[in-house]
């Protein structure tokens, strides 16, 4: 696309696949569940316009970046090790400015804490702060508050979630994943495979097309869902790791963007963490918490022009 690079870099004992394009300071762009660097495709060529240079992974377990068989090496300090390693490569000793939605702003929050100084700023989309909880793991409490049938719940059994998804077709399981504008919470009961509809037709959205679509799923069948997976199957063992954090701020600049209509601004109690100031408690430096009217989960593909704006407003006064 339009001059972006393609290379492999051997970052933390794995080949790592990155995007890049333009000179200047660097933005890392970490990408979410069911998606890649192709998320950011729009990100990358506004901001290397605007004298940045954008690089955007594939994280461990997806596109062409490897993807280890041992389903435990996929928590986040294997992740944010992965990303130190890149930095090591790309950018030396220098911070660089983070963008990540979804599981990659998870991600994100993970590297701020345990690495805040190669951070110069942060742009997360989507998934606020999440503090830990020392009373309780975080797959006991999704159960808790929405049923086994939640889709983090049903995504810990390894194989099975893979099988359903192998019967109803990767185009389609992405197209209904990628297309979803509900903000209830996501529900996949057992027996009711995600995107088996018969043969009801998914409009793609203005945002979305058949060749991004096709782009995705290529990945998606040659890699499989399961590295992305596992990330899920990992948050129990991030919570075990990461005891010693438990209470400690997110001391950088944060941006955070989050549309009104996204299934995780009305799960988890993020809404009233947001509006009850407990997440500024968490991250000192939130500098500005935007709700964007009419926006659903996949912000930074449906709003790409609005999303790259926010995050240029941003990052140049750093």
């Known amino acids: ?14 080949n790592m696949h990155i995007a890049e394009k333009g000179q200047g300071p660097i933005i890392l762009f970490l990408h979410g569940f069911p998606e890649l660097w192709y998320s950011w495709r729009h990100q990358i060529l506004a901001l290397s316009s605007l004298g ?8 461990r377990g997806y596109g062409d970046t490897d993807a280890p068989a041992d389903p435990t090496s996929y928590t986040s300090l294997h992740v944010v090790g992965d990303l130190i390693a890149l930095l090591n490569v790309i ?8 963008v990540g939605h979804d599981w990659g702003a998870l991600i994100a929050w993970s590297l701020c804490l345990y690495r805040p100084d190669r951070v110069k700023a942060l742009v997360n989309l989507s998934v606020a702060f999440m503090p ?3 009373q309780m793991k975080l797959v006991d409490s999704f159960r808790a508050m929405y049923g086994d049938d939640y ?3 049903r995504f810990q059994e390894p194989g099975e979630v893979e099988a359903e998804f192998a019967q109803v077709g990767t185009a389609r399981v992405l197209k209904t994943m990628l297309t979803s504008r509900s903000p209830r919470p ?9 995107g088996d509809s018969g043969d009801t037709q ?9 060749e991004d679509i096709n782009y995705y799923a290529s990945k998606f069948d040659q890699k499989g869902f399961t590295g992305g997976l596992n990330y899920y199957r990992n948050m129990d063992l991030n919570w075990e790791l990461t005891a010693a954090w438990t209470g400690v701020q ?12 996204d299934l995780v601004y009305h799960s988890f109690g993020t809404k009233e963490y947001i509006q009850s100031g407990e997440f500024k408690k968490d991250v000192p430096f939130l500098q500005e918490a935007v709700v964007m009217e009419g926006a659903a989960h996949f912000i930074n593909q449906e709003k790409p022009d609005e999303i790259s704006k926010h995050i240029y407003d941003f990052i140049q006064k750093f």
């Open 1 to 14: 696309m339009e001059g972006i690079e393609h290379r492999t870099v051997n970052v933390n004992g794995i």
């Open 52 to 59: 940045y240079r954008a690089v955007a992974p594939d994280l």
């Open 91 to 98: 950018a030396a000793e220098e911070k660089v400015f983070v």
């Open 132 to 134: 830990r909880n020392p």
């Open 151 to 153: 889709y983090i719940c």
């Open 186 to 194: 996501f529900i996949l009961p057992k027996g009711k495979r995600l």
């Open 202 to 210: 998914i409009i793609l959205p203005s945002w979305l097309t058949e």
């Open 250 to 261: 997110v001391k950088v600049p944060v941006k955070y963007i989050v549309g009104d209509l």
